[in-house]
């Protein structure tokens, strides 16, 4: 009997169309922007403030951008409850689950546009700032944790403790990875400022990402690594577009993720891992030269949060199961 896999494209195939339409889909979004509404914007007030939002949001912007945001974020949490439950194994080719799963986020990035195009606001009306920047912190750390038992924390040194929550984590991140991303999604509004197309561009693969669920490009390690790093890019170039002198911070911070732990993971040769530290080391004298050395702490405060965060994380993980175990095996003896 003929497998029906066997006539769906692969997983590899798809991520390559995957990355193009993303590429189109944000040029899209920059030449559509003088079709939409351009609402009076009040003044930027400040880090805390996000600037672009409605000074009088009515009850047809809120409702579009929740509206949005919980159907989209529905039917992805939807998708990853029926994968688990029909249990699916990992494969070269596409599910047809994949198929619904990339036809439906295109359909969310067209719906998302349209309700920026007339109601213009996001979820930013009614959320704050930080709590956009704080998921996807979550999820980077995650993934720290996740990746730990595959290429180590520390320049290739693994954690024991963090074996469990790892094992935890690989579990359910799929429904906090997609929280993370549609919630971001819908938080901002789709604007084609330098800023917000570089982001949404970033969102459309990190939502691929998610899509491509059980196929062997999800687990592709080069493509995880390129998710992981592009928020070098996408911190640097942001900062950099605002005019914003802590760039540097961005830049040397994610950078630095990567030396320590993110090349690990790649089967690079011991040479070249000295190679991209030499050209960090290099790097940092150069601008810092100039910026002045006084400044050079800001390197490691990135680093320092999302590692003191896995750690964080993985504790009170590793706790938790400790504590569930504890009260299972009450239950058992009490039964007994």
């Given at each position: 009997?003929?497998?029906?896999?066997?006539?769906?494209?692969?997983?590899?195939?798809?991520?390559?169309?995957?990355?193009?339409?993303?590429?189109?889909?944000?040029?899209?979004?920059?030449?559509?922007?003088?079709?939409?509404?351009?609402?009076?914007?009040?003044?930027?007030?400040?880090?805390a403030?996000?600037?672009?939002?409605l000074?009088?949001?009515?009850?047809?912007?809120?409702?579009?951008?929740?509206?949005?945001?919980?159907?989209?974020?529905?039917?992805?949490?939807?998708?990853?409850?029926?994968?688990?439950?029909?249990?699916?194994?990992?494969?070269?080719?596409?599910?047809?689950?994949?198929?619904?799963?990339?036809?439906?986020?295109?359909?969310?990035?067209?719906?998302?546009?349209?309700?920026?195009?007339?109601?213009?606001?996001?979820?930013?009306?009614?959320?704050?700032?930080?709590?956009?920047?704080?998921?996807?912190?979550?999820?980077?750390?995650?993934?720290?944790?996740?990746?730990?038992?595959?290429?180590?924390?520390?320049?290739?040194?693994?954690?024991?403790?963090?074996?469990?929550?790892?094992?935890?984590?690989?579990?359910?991140?799929?429904?906090?990875?997609?929280?993370?991303?549609i919630?971001?999604?819908?938080?901002?509004?789709?604007?084609?400022?330098?800023?917000?197309?570089?982001?949404?561009?970033?969102?459309f693969?990190?939502?691929?990402?998610?899509?491509?669920m059980?196929?062997?490009?999800?687990?592709?390690?080069?493509?995880?690594?390129?998710?992981?790093?592009?928020v070098?890019?996408?911190?640097?170039?942001?900062?950099?577009?605002?005019?914003?002198?802590?760039?540097?911070?961005?830049?040397?911070?994610?950078f630095?993720?990567?030396?320590?732990?993110?090349?690990?993971?790649?089967?690079?040769?011991?040479?070249?891992?000295?190679?991209?530290?030499?050209?960090?080391?290099?790097?940092?004298?150069?601008?810092?030269?100039?910026?002045?050395?006084?400044?050079?702490?800001?390197?490691?405060?990135?680093?320092?949060?999302?590692?003191?965060?896995?750690?964080?994380?993985?504790?009170?993980?590793?706790?938790?199961?400790?504590?569930?175990?504890?009260?299972?095996?009450?239950?058992?003896?009490t039964?007994?």
């Amino acid at each position: 009997m003929m497998n029906p896999m066997q006539n769906l494209p692969s997983a590899k195939h798809a991520l390559i169309v995957a990355i193009v339409s993303a590429g189109l889909l944000t040029l899209a979004i920059h030449l559509l922007r003088p079709f939409a509404v351009s609402p009076a914007l009040l003044p930027d007030a400040g880090a805390a403030w996000y600037y672009w939002k409605l000074p009088n949001p009515d009850f047809m912007s809120r409702f579009t951008a929740w509206g949005g945001y919980i159907l989209h974020q529905v039917f992805m949490w939807g998708l990853i409850l029926y994968a688990q439950r029909s249990g699916l194994k990992y494969s070269k080719k596409l599910h047809p689950l994949n198929y619904l799963a990339l036809l439906g986020t295109l359909g969310f990035i067209i719906l998302h546009w349209v309700q920026s195009a007339i109601w213009y606001d996001g979820l930013a009306q009614d959320t704050s700032v930080f709590s956009s920047q704080g998921s996807v912190i979550v999820l980077l750390v995650m993934v720290l944790v996740m990746e730990n038992n595959r290429r180590g924390l520390f320049w290739g040194k693994k954690i024991p403790m963090m074996d469990e929550p790892g094992r935890v984590f690989k579990r359910y991140h799929g429904y906090v990875f997609a929280w993370a991303t549609i919630y971001t999604f819908w938080f901002h509004p789709m604007e084609n400022s330098s800023g917000h197309l570089v982001g949404f561009f970033y969102m459309f693969l990190l939502m691929t990402q998610g899509a491509l669920m059980f196929t062997n490009m999800h687990v592709n390690k080069y493509w995880k690594a390129t998710l992981e790093v592009f928020v070098l890019f996408h911190g640097t170039a942001v900062a950099f577009m605002l005019g914003q002198e802590i760039w540097p911070m961005f830049f040397f911070g994610f950078f630095g993720m990567f030396i320590i732990t993110q090349m690990h993971g790649l089967g690079l040769k011991e040479h070249t891992k000295w190679f991209f530290l030499a050209v960090y080391l290099i790097a940092m004298v150069v601008i810092y030269s100039d910026r002045g050395f006084g400044m050079i702490n800001e390197i490691v405060r990135i680093p320092f949060i999302e590692y003191l965060l896995a750690f964080v994380f993985a504790c009170v993980t590793w706790f938790a199961l400790k504590l569930v175990g504890g009260v299972k095996k009450r239950r058992i003896s009490t039964r007994a």
